[in-house]
């Protein structure tokens, strides 16, 4: 059963701590996405990876920094939080964009992060 | 800019009622068009997808309605069940030099009464 973790399902931090928000998936998937979820605004994808050490900007990068070590995690951070990065946070992954017919993304269950 | 506009924000049916969600889209290099589910407190799992070389895709009771010269697609849930509430995002993905990427609508809360 594929899977998709995020290390934490809720968090609070303050106004300018820097934040690390993991995921790890056990797929071997090449591609790796962070997106935040608002009501209204649906997903929007801030960050992602083809491959190790490689990462690209999405539609919303200001504020925040990826890192790719490892195939298997995708780390999102938040170098000085702020109150309008409070959202729910999804990672997900999908296999290599070769494989043209599949681009199914498989999801983590979300980190809602408030910034007090 | 939204590249991908999903109607309505949420939508209230009875039990054996047909909701149907529309997305319209910009950008016409999309080639691919999914429809994910999510249900309170999990992540997105797609539910049903379909390419531009086809007009209808349907899998159970869950069918996607595609017109390529209107930039639309829809999708229509048969004889509805409580168990379909949850919130359904459309997306469109392009297959880039880099990769493919997905971009989501505004995504639609659906309530199915019983």
Redesign the interface.
């Known amino acids: 059963d594929v899977k998709?973790t995020q290390s934490s399902r809720y968090l609070v931090k303050r106004t300018g701590e820097k934040v690390f928000l993991e995921c790890v998936q056990d797929m071997d998937h090449e591609?790796m996405?962070w997106?935040r979820q608002d009501p209204?605004?649906?997903?929007?994808?801030i960050y992602?990876s083809?491959d190790v050490k490689m990462k690209?900007k999405?539609?919303i990068p200001e504020g925040y920094s990826v890192s790719r070590e490892k195939k298997e995690r995708f780390s999102l951070i938040l170098e000085s939080a702020s109150t309008n990065q409070t959202s729910m946070y999804?990672c997900?992954s999908?296999s290599d964009?070769t494989q043209?017919l599949n681009?199914?993304?498989?999801?983590?269950?979300?980190t809602r992060l408030t910034v007090v | 800019q939204?590249q991908v506009k999903?109607s309505p924000?949420s939508l209230i049916v009875q039990k054996g009622g047909i909701p149907i969600i529309n997305c319209a889209y910009e950008n016409t290099a999309f080639d691919?068009f999914?429809w994910y589910q999510q249900f309170p407190?999990?992540?997105?799992?797609?539910l049903i997808?379909i390419r531009p070389d086809v007009s209808e895709k349907k899998e159970g009771r869950f069918t996607i309605s595609f017109n390529k010269s209107a930039k639309q697609f829809s999708l229509h849930i048969m004889d509805s069940q409580p168990g379909d509430s949850a919130t359904y995002?459309c997306a469109a993905?392009i297959?880039e030099t880099?990769?493919?990427?997905?971009?989501?609508?505004?995504?639609t809360q659906l309530t199915v009464n019983p």
């Open positions: 998709v591609n996405f997106y209204g605004l649906g997903l929007r994808l992602f083809y690209e999405g539609d999804l997900a999908s964009r043209v681009t199914e993304a498989f999801f983590g269950q979300g | 939204q999903q924000q691919y999914p407190g999990k992540g997105p799992a797609l997808a995002f993905s297959e880099s990769g493919s990427r997905l971009t989501f609508g505004e995504g």
